[in-house]
Each structure stands twice: as C-alpha cells, then as structure tokens.
C-alpha cells in the first residue's frame, strides 16, 4: 500500500470513530443514569417507588414515591398538548397550503423565534404576566398552577408542532392535490380529505416529538407551576399547583447530598424520564419513516 | 377548420391568450371541440398543448402568475367568466394527468371520494364505485380487494383507476394529459382501448407526445407549435395532407 | 350541497388564520413585554459591572461573561466532534446497522431533555471524573446537548454539495479525503456555520444542564480556571425571579437579565438565518 493509502484509512478510521460519537455519548448517558438511579433500590423497594402516592424524600423515613411526579408531568403535558396541537396543526396548513408565498416566508421565522427564546424566558414570562392573569381571570388562590404551565409549554412547543407538520403537509405531491381538484371538490375538501390524511404519519410524529418536548421541560414549569408534589385529579388539578418529574429533578439537586438515598432517587426518576423520551423519540421516527411518499 | 360536427360542438374556444408572468405562452387559439368524440393534440414539448387542456378545466388557475384573456365554452357555457364556479367546472369537466396519482387510500375510496364530495347517497356509492370501476374497465382484476391500498396497484392499474376515479363524478368532458407517458406498452393499448369506448358517452381531449397514438385513437388532432395552434383538422387529413409546412415536418419527423 | 361546501370552506380557512394569528400573537406579546419592561434597565454599567449589595443592585457581568465561557467552551468539543462525524455519516456510511445504530442514537440524544443531560453531567463529569461543579463540567454537557443540532446541519449543508464537484475531482486522480477536505467540505461550510450558530443560541439559554453542573447562585468574582464554578445568564434570571433576597424590587433587573438573553439569543438565530438564506439564494444561481 502506498503512503497516499495509508494515509486515507488512516482518516477514514478517525472519521468513523469520530461518526460513532453519538453512539457512545448516548451508551455513557444511559449506563451513568441507571447506575446511580439502580442504587437507590439497594435500601429502597422498587415496587414502593413505582407505587408509593407520596414524595416526602426529607421525611424520616422518606418516601419516594414517583406518582405524583409522574402525574404531575402528565397532566401539564396534556394541557399543552390539547390546546397546541389544533392551533399548531392549524397554523401548518395556513402556512403550507393557504398563505401566499411572501407571507409564509414571513410566518415561518415569526415561529422560528418562538423555539429559540430560552425556556427561562418563558418561565419568566408565565411566572410574572401569566401567572397573575391565570389567578385573577379563574379567581384562585395562586396562578402557579398546572394550567398556566400548560400554558406555557403548549406555547413552547408549538414551534415543533408547526415546523414538523409543515414539512409532511408540503411534501404531500403536487400531483395528489391536483387529482382531487380535477375532481371538483373546494380546496378546503382537498385539504382535509386528502392532503392531511395523507400527512398524517408526518404530522402524528410532529405530535409525539411535541409531547417529548413539552414532557423534558425543566425550567418553564418549575418557574410557573407552583411544584406542590400532589397526585393530581383531573381536571381539578389543572386549577392547582403541581409539581413535575424534571422539575423536581432541577429544584431537589442542589440540596441534597451526593451518594444520599434522595439524590439517587433523583436519578431514578431522571432516568424514568429518559426511558419515556427515549420510547417517544423512537415512535415519533418509526411513524415518520413508516408512511413516506414515494410518488 | 372544421366546426360542423356531426355530434355537435362540446368546447368553443375563441382567441384565447395566456400569460405565465411576462412570459406570452399561448397566442390568440381559437378551436372547436366535437362532442363524444376524441380530439388529440399533438406538438414538440414546449409547445402550449398541455397548458391550453389546463385552460379547459381552469386548473392554471392553481399557479398565481398565470393570467389569461379569451373566451372559453362547454356546452354553451362560458367558463372563464366572473360568475363560475371553478369546482362546479371541474365536475363538468375531469382530468386524468400525465403520472397516475391515486390517493393513498384504498381503491373503494378512490373511487368514492368524488361521489363522497358531492355529496350522493351513501346506499348508492357502492353501485357507482362498481360501475365507474367497470367502465374503466378495472373492475375485473380488483373487485376481490377493493379494500387494499390503491398505491398497491400497477402503473396501469393505477391510471385506469384514476379514470375510473373521473368517470365516478359524471363529468361531460375528460382531459387527458399524456396518460400513457408513465406506462408500458402493453398497459398503454389497455388505456387507448378504454379511451376509444368511452367516446360514446363522453367528449374526450387528449395530449400526447406520441403520434403513433393520436392517429391510433383520435377522430380529430390540432397541432401546436411554440404557443400557436398551427392547424386543426380531421386526423386522417392532419396526418395525410397537412395544409401547412411545420405540421407536415413534425409529422414526418423533421423535428420534435 | 354545494353552497354548503363553500360554506364549510369560507368558515374553516376563517379558524385557519385565526389560530395562526393566535400564534404570530403569541410571539408579539411575549417580545413585548419582555422588551418594554427589560429596556429601560439596560445601560452601560448593567453589563460591564458586577452585582451589587446582595444583587439588588449593579450588573449582570459576571453572568455574560459566564456564559461567554460556556459558549467557547462547549463549541470547542462539539464543533470538531459534530463536523467530523457529518463528514463520516455522509460521505463514507454504508447503509447498514452501524448507521442505522448512530442515526437512531442522534434522534434520542436530540429528544433527550435538558435536565438529563444535565443528570448525566453530574454523574459523569461532575462526580466520576472528579472535575466538580465547574465550567469544564457544564461545558462538556452542553457540547453532548448541541451535538445533534450540529450533526444535523453539517449533514444537511455536505448534502447540498452537488455529486458532480465529487465526481469531477475523483475523476482528476484526487483521493476521496482530498476531495472531501479541498471540494466538499469548502461549498458546504456556511450551512455548518447555520448550525453552529443556532447552537451556540441553545448554550446561551440553556438553564437546567447548568444547575446541576456548576452555574452559581453568586460569585463575588470572576472564575479563575475551568474547574470553578460560574454565573450564567440564564441561571441568573431564574435565581433573580425565584429565590432572589427581594424578589419584587429587582423586577427591572429581572427584566434587564431576561431582554439581554432574549437579545443574544435572537440575534444570534437571525444570523443563522441570513447566513442560510444568502447562501441558499447563492446556490440556486
């Protein structure tokens, strides 16, 4: 083999090695998260942490229970969801199909800003305009609540929602809409009988990875929800304060002691989290893939 | 040219002009289209024959740059006035395009959408799909899995359904867009046969790049080069004695 | 029947452009509050001093300078490692499990919240390497964060690069490497210069990492090496509206914290953007 070849599997191998860094990083996230989670089960029932309704980890003897958290995280999750998927799902048709062209290169940088404010921005923003506004319009007793955090995190990710709904809404082929015009029905029929039945894998995937987004948040919901750990009713509990897995996770860390029982419950729940982006991530891609056009 | 037809005038088309922004694309075309026969258009690519079917249908009006001026009737009716509506034309007037596109539906579905949109009953849907499946003669090879994918379909399957998808609606006028450019030949001679039987019931126009198949199944051609219709006559006489000199070229595949 | 299809329409594209009204609203309102009550806070000293009595007081220095390290810090790590690893996942990757294992790792690690990193940043480098709550700690979990966003768009910009440059220089005898290093990588740098500017925007407002892997409540003075612990931004702002010594009375500095970030923040997208646009006009000609 000459130097020139040498040399060119020489830089072949560190560009692989190199290729394979996002697998690694991912292997150490999980194996760094479990073992640490895993060690609070060495003095504390896994089946208690899954079952428990309390989370008192100052109490003696504490009680780690991940229901309330777990709740907590969904019932603010579905907030979000309920009220930003009609209006980002929306909004991705108006820009895709019905804006002029000049208008939507408009609209898409307007939403674009949205996923790029911090998320303590928006924290501090629902924690001082929203959280009054919250209080005084439903007239109870704080604004931090599950509802305003919903709020916010429907807010924060309708920027996914959008940009990804947007993508599989326009690559349905031309042709296809044009089929059912010829056909003689109105452009909003085409629209919702066609165009976004046959995006709906795309836009399904753009629902899941909103979700994740809006389950993973930290800052936002700790800022405005109030983080009373209390398994909350439905949909009572969207008018009462609630506290999240992350959230918990953020708030807890600084106080606790390493190598505590509380600071690897910490990471159990941190890796709870992890497990259910992680099963989200691969649906959201799977449903992605599994429908794509080829016309 | 010809306008005395011996089933009449379907499509009346006098100086029609069409603009994509700045740029002139069809100048001053003023044809006849008989009733329930075949009309074929023919020419190099670039020519306008594709653009001017879309004017029949109004489905230019899809691309914002594009304008025209002109007169166009079917069936009496002018189409290009203020008052029309555009989805209430197209269900006059069907289309079959160039690369079959079936909706990612089942096959039923396809055919039922456009019956489904204007709005017949449900009890009747079933007896349309089976006769527009019939007539677009398909019925044979998919009437056991009407329930599977359409996308399933061969290239041929599929653009028969998609015809069968147009008759579905009733129109009084089809469009075909160079419907065989995408499809083999044997699945090509399916389509020419299914065009020649629907004539009796329907006006068709079609597009086609191919000469061979405009002399196969039309009863009428025009031909147009560079936005100008040129001449439009019986096809035997296109073919045969063509009055001008550019039609006797491409004819004779002097260019195209 | 058919008047009510038009109808149907009329009433639907109606609730279209209300909900995408609801959003463009969205936006307006909150830049306007953040922008109405932030400015008046902000002048010189705001961001060249340090905090004064107990941060009621004084600037945000020390917090932009904290973040400014974090910035230098993690891009050093995830510039080069992203970069490299676009280069092998599309010019040498088969298709295959290999690739299909670091696809799929990318996606989860882009879907992984913050927070975890942050988790894993405690338990790796804060704790297991011994580096402590520190600004290499922080740096290094952010750099794994941005990491996809900056795989991402590197893949995208070498995607862009026409085949026919490849082919042309492998056809003059010029290894791949060569080809890659003197062609390819040349034509797609301002699509990887896209992404790792949108990402240096994500370092800036990422809070929950940090918290956990060294961002201090307070600091009297600048950090003096990459093992101390540092104020940032974001963590700032969170520390000011939350858990402050007088939380209502230093509202404006509140404010003046949040408008800075928002600031960097977007100017730092809109650069990204502009660079994007101006090169993607530059290729269609």
Known sequence: ?295 | MPDNFANGTEIEVTNLNLWYGENHALHDISINIPKNSVTAFIGPSGCGKSTFLRCLNRMNDLITSCRTEGNVGINGQAIYTKDVDVVDLRKRVGMVFQKPNPFPMSIYDNVAYGPRIHGAKKNAIDGIVEDALKAGALWGEVSDRLNSPALDLSGGQQQRLCIARTLAVKPEVILFDEPCSALDPISTSKIEDLILELKKNYTIVIVTHNMQQAARISDYTAFFLLGDLIEFGKTEQIFESPKEKATEDYITGRFG | MFSNAKLNEKIAFALLKVATGLVVAFVLVILYYIIYNGYSAINLEFITDMPRNRMTEGGIYPAIMGTTYLIIGSMAVALPLGILSAIYLTEYAQPGRTTWAIEMAINNLAGTPSVVFGLFGLAMFVKYLGFGPSIISASLTLALLILPVIIRASQEALLTVPKEYREASLALGVTKWETIRRVVLPAAIPGMVTGAILSIGRVAGETAPILLTGAAYFLPRLPDSVYSQFMALPYHLYVLATSGTNIAQTRPIQYGTALILLTIVLCVNLVAVSVRSHYRSKMRR
Request: charged share 10%.
């Open chain 1, 1 to 295: 083999m000459s130097g020139k070849n040498i040399r060119e599997k020489g830089i072949q191998s560190l560009l692989f090695l190199s290729g394979t860094v996002a697998v690694v990083a991912l292997f150490l996230l999980c194996i760094f998260l479990f073992r640490e989670g895993i060690l609070l089960f060495e003095d504390y029932p896994v089946s208690s942490f899954l079952t428990n309704t309390k989370w008192f980890p100052t109490a003696s003897p504490p009680i780690f229970g991940l229901l309330p958290l777990l709740l907590g995280s969904l019932i603010v999750t579905a907030g979000a969801i309920m009220f930003s998927v009609p209006l980002g799902i929306a909004a991705a048709i108006y820009i895709s199909e019905l804006a002029n062209p000049r208008i939507s290169s408009i609209l898409k940088p307007v939403t674009e800003i949205l996923a790029g404010i911090p998320s303590v921005v928006f924290g501090f923003f629902g924690l001082v305009i929203l959280a009054p506004v919250v209080q005084r319009t439903l007239e109870i007793p704080t604004g931090q609540t599950a509802l305003t955090g919903s709020i916010m995190l429907g807010i924060m990710a309708l920027p996914t929602i959008i940009s990804i709904s947007e993508d599989a809404i326009s690559s349905v082929p031309r042709s296809i809409k044009e089929g059912s015009l010829a056909l003689g029905s109105t452009k909003w029929q085409t629209i919702y009988r066609v165009t976004v039945p046959a995006a709906l894998s795309g836009i399904s995937a753009a629902v899941m990875l909103g979700i994740g987004r809006a389950i993973g948040e930290t800052m936002t919901v700790m800022m405005v929800t109030g983080n009373s750990a209390v398994i909350p009713g439905f949909p009572s509990g969207l008018f009462a304060p609630v506290r999240t897995m992350t959230a918990t996770i953020a708030l807890e860390m600084g106080e606790v002691p390493q190598g505590s029982d509380h600071f690897h419950a910490l990471f159990a729940v941190g890796s709870v989290l992890f497990i259910t982006t992680f099963i989200i991530n691969i649906l959201a891609n799977y449903v992605k893939r599994r429908y794509r056009f080829n016309l």
